[in-house]
């Protein structure tokens, strides 16, 4: 005859069965049950987790839980949430993006920015997926027909290594300080279908905080003209002309301030088709290299898209 398992039943407090030498019986000898002697709203988030308990041989009281995970000390060099609050290293300070322990989730993170960014502590939205992970979100123009994207990207020159906006791909981000410190950079587009194209990844050894260009830019992969057009030439604001161009680019474009070359091949927030400020939605790409990277177009010679973001890495 086959051994037969125990039972593991849910853990009932009321459960009695009988009685056993003058004690009460709450269980049969051998029966399981689920036990967790942490907050309820805990079990089974992050780390925690529910143990068993099994009842004696008299079936008079069950065990000791065993085998139960409670919440415990967030831990900043795991990619697991110990305090099972549903946030992955809260508190944790990190230098880059980089230093997010591998595994862990895209999302918000602290970070310190050092003795050459800003002070203090600072939130930075990190993708931890992409391209190996550890990208930190250094700019992100969100397409709105609420017409708000385009007035967001009127950022003068002396507010050039500042922040504005709150760090998520849902929302108008930018966090110049991070030119101090990046040596990778990645541009990528999601079009009005959903799709996500990288337009190119380059790198440098450093900026020139004067000017915001490069040093020594290079091209690692993707499409060379928009690399030469948003990384390889010059910044312009609209109270400084660093662009390639007899023209202020930024002027002549609604305002925005970015890198150009001549101009643009993307736009954080104006148009090339007339009018330019088409309706403040934001973000548009030229039409024909966005064929190329395989994203969807609006009909225009430059279409609108929903999102364009550069990460960096270092």
Excluded at 127 to 156: C, H, K, R, V
Excluded at 199 to 204: D, E, G, I, N, T
């Amino acid at each position: 005859m086959p051994a037969c398992s125990p039972r593991t039943r849910p853990f009932d407090p009321e459960h009695t069965a009988g009685s056993a030498g003058g004690r009460d019986k709450i269980c049969e000898p051998g029966e399981q049950e689920l036990c967790y002697g942490g907050p309820p709203s805990t079990a089974g988030a992050g780390a925690c987790k529910a143990g068993t308990r099994t009842c004696n041989d008299d079936g008079t009281q069950y065990g000791p839980c065993e085998g139960e995970v409670q919440p415990a000390s967030e831990l900043c060099d795991t990619p697991t949430d110990e305090n099972c609050d549903g946030i992955v290293n809260e508190g944790c300070v990190y230098s880059s993006c980089a230093d997010v322990p591998a595994g862990s989730p895209s999302g918000v993170y602290l970070h310190h920015p050092g003795a050459s960014g800003a002070a203090g502590e600072s939130a930075v939205y990190c993708d931890m997926e992409a391209e190996g992970g550890g990208w930190a979100l250094l700019y992100n123009s969100i397409g709105s027909d609420q017409g708000t994207t385009m007035a967001f990207w009127d950022i003068p020159y002396l507010h050039r290594f500042g922040s504005k906006g709150e760090p998520s791909l849902d929302a108008n981000v930018y966090n110049g300080w991070l030119y101090l410190h990046g040596t990778e950079y990645r541009d990528e587009a999601e079009d009005l279908e959903g799709e996500v194209a990288q337009l190119f990844r380059a790198k440098s050894t450093g900026v020139d905080p004067d000017t915001l260009h490069f040093k020594a830019p290079e091209l690692v992969s993707g499409d060379s003209e928009i690399y030469a057009a948003q990384f390889a030439a010059g910044w312009s604001s609209s109270d400084f002309d660093g662009d390639t161009t007899a023209e202020n680019c930024s002027v002549k474009y609604s305002r925005v301030t970015q890198h150009y070359g001549s101009c643009w091949r993307y736009s954080l927030g104006s148009d090339a088709d007339s009018p330019v400020d088409d309706g403040g939605w934001g973000p548009h790409l030229h039409s024909a290299s966005a064929q190329r990277l395989g994203l969807h177009v609006d009909g225009s010679g430059y279409t609108r898209v929903k999102r364009i973001s550069r990460w960096v890495r270092w």
